[in-house]
């Protein structure tokens, strides 16, 4: 089945139209073959550039290069998140390897703007865990003991200090880490695409249909053509289901999200004029929502299991009066037609939140599965698995590989039947927040 996106992601309206767009219309043979353009494959085929110069690599996408999860995310590069379980000693190492990875990632990708010289509109800025529920003041309290013995910086916040720093007064608590960066999804990875090496062939709108390995080489069928590698690496993240890899250890979720036009400057000065920043829900199903550095309001409440392949207009609409409600109860002063755009984007997911990063078969590997912080691990993974398929190894690939690895799922249709039952709970118990 081919994805069909929609056209209304205002971070990827924000860019120039590409051209000189190529697709595969022929049989092609290389050494390397990447599934996958976005943050993790073009990372990938950076890294392979720089390890094998002289060899053939190709890179392909069955929509434009960066134009699905990557350029439609919610521009979030994150130090720590609050949704998994560290109770334990056992699970605050877990959590620990987790954050470690995490500050691999922003690392990773701001030695990419360095040496590249990017505009993405880069803001270390730090983020904000919020609510309007005063019972989620335990949450917070918890996570701060976790933060305090990981030694990050952090401090809680309440209703009137909120009000101040966000320009709204929907929320009464929050809990601030310092570490987080805020930036333009889709700014960064259209420079990551215009800036691949010369050996690198990227190909677009182009399908996988059917892989399949034939001695020592792997066979990958398109629609009319296809291409003979030596070795693939799938970086496919929310449609690794779909092309039959770990098929039981990750899910896709479809997310819709809606942005505001710029707000005029009487209505900037009417909510206090605050800087930019970045609210992260305390509870799983609550909003995510943003302050822009052009003064629009960014705002995501919806995930649910559905065809990752393609939402009609008229699905979208139905979602995009959740966004409207939300900003509405946030900033009850804003006029009510003030959404720009509403587009929706595919986030995956595993059991307990760990990432796929492994040797499937003899010249088959897979990097994918970010639970929603995709920006920073994808990009790190995307570097250390074309280390990795290349059979070197790193400090980064020894302390990737010492975290849990994802667990198993269940089949269809009980796994369909049990991710519906928790988002109904988790909608209910953030039914306030949405």
Known sequence: MNIVNDNTCSWLNDLNERTSVKTLNKDKSCDWLIIGAGYTGLSAARKLSELHPNQKIIIVDAQLAGEGASGRNSGYLVDTTLNDGFTSNKELSNYKKKTNIYKLGIDVVKRFIKEQQVDCDWNESGKYFASSNEKDRKILENFSKTLLKLNFEHNILDKDDLGKRLGTNFYNLALYTKGGVLLHPGK???????????????????????????????????????????????????FLKSLGIKNNYNFPLTLTASMTRTLTDTEFKSIGEPKEWGVLPV??????????????????NTAEVHSPFKMSKSELDKRSLNQKLGIKKRFPTLPNDIIESSWSGIVSR?????????????????????????????????????????????????????????TWLPPQPFLNIGVITRLMFERFRSRSDV
């Open 350 to 406: 595993t059991r307990n939140s760990s990432q796929i990063f492994e040797k499937i078969d003899d010249n088959v590997f897979v990097a994918g599965c970010y639970n929603g912080s995709g920006i920073g691990v994808g990009t790190l993974f995307g570097e250390q698995i074309a280390i990795k398929a290349s059979n070197e190894n790193s400090d980064e690939i020894n302390i990737i590989e010492s975290r849990s690895k994802p």
């Open 283 to 300: 509870r799983p199903m609550g909003a995510t929502t943003r302050m822009t550095k052009d003064k629009r309001i960014l705002i995501r």
């Open 188 to 238: 960064l990875v259209r420079a990551m695409v215009d800036t691949l090496p010369d050996n690198v062939e990227l190909l677009e709108n182009t399908q996988l249909n059917e892989w399949s390995k034939n001695s020592d080489t792997i066979v990958c069928k398109f629609n009319n053509h296809k291409i003979i590698t030596k070795k693939v690496i799938f970086c496919t993240n929310g």
